[in-house]
């Protein structure tokens, strides 16, 4: 999360798009981005882009979620080396030509994140889907690293 | 804080609904001469979740996500579940029957044209 928003100068004295909650609101969305971006350690922090990311996990797989709106599916590259998996890419700045700028809020540029897995994945069987903005990334378990039942026997 | 906020988004009514939380997407706004251009970053949001309202000159957007329950145990979280929402008072030179909207991988891209009466015009001198 990047704390010093980038902000265009403004090109209009008169601003025509007021957020109508005021300041209060403003605030408020300062305390409620998420600050674990910053003290979860799992990379350094950079300034700019930190995608928000889940990890979840089940009996087979683990699942990787990233929150990466208005990209196209060919700027996300995905990696995985030695267990830890790495998303990146670059949001290119759309030029609007002929057009003054009155907020400029979205980041543009390069993003990276990367997550250290618990357990071994299969690398071949990773699969990504991308939709609606949120990328998906499915990483099956391999064999031996599925939970296994263990029988208790009683003599 | 965030109850008195809460109250406030609904110009002071009392709405009972405790799980619901709204986060404001962010916003690119452009302005050329004949339209506005706003965009705003909204991911899990497709066109089913969309509701863009228009009243005199407020605009409300709300996304409400679309998220697919992800199976299994969350071991780590960033993301939050709350729905996006942002009012806007808008330039009253824009005409508000013309404004058309995109979606697009979360992304939504609203053009607002401005009335014809409003464009910059050039007076010529006879």
Redesign the interface.
Known sequence: MALIRWHRPETARWDPFRQLSSLHSEIDRLFEAPLSALTAGLQPFTSGWSPALDLHEDKDNFTVRAELPGMKKEEIEISLHDGVLSISGERREVKHEDSGVHRSERFVGHFQRTLALPSAVDADKVKATYEDGILTVTLPKTEAAKPRQIQVKTR | ??A??ER??TNGTQVLQPERTY??P????????DQ????A??????KEGLEITLQDN?LTITGHR?D?P???????????KADYR??????P?IDGEKISARV????LTLTLPKAERVKPRKITVA
């Open positions: 804080m965030n008195v906020a406030e988004k986060v404001a962010e916003v690119n706004i452009f302005e050329s001469k506005y251009v706003l965009e970053e909204m991911p899990g949001v497709n407020i679309a697919q992800i199976g299994g145990e969350p071991l780590y979280r960033e993301s939050r942002r009012v806007f008072e808008l330039d030179g697009d991988q979360g992304v």
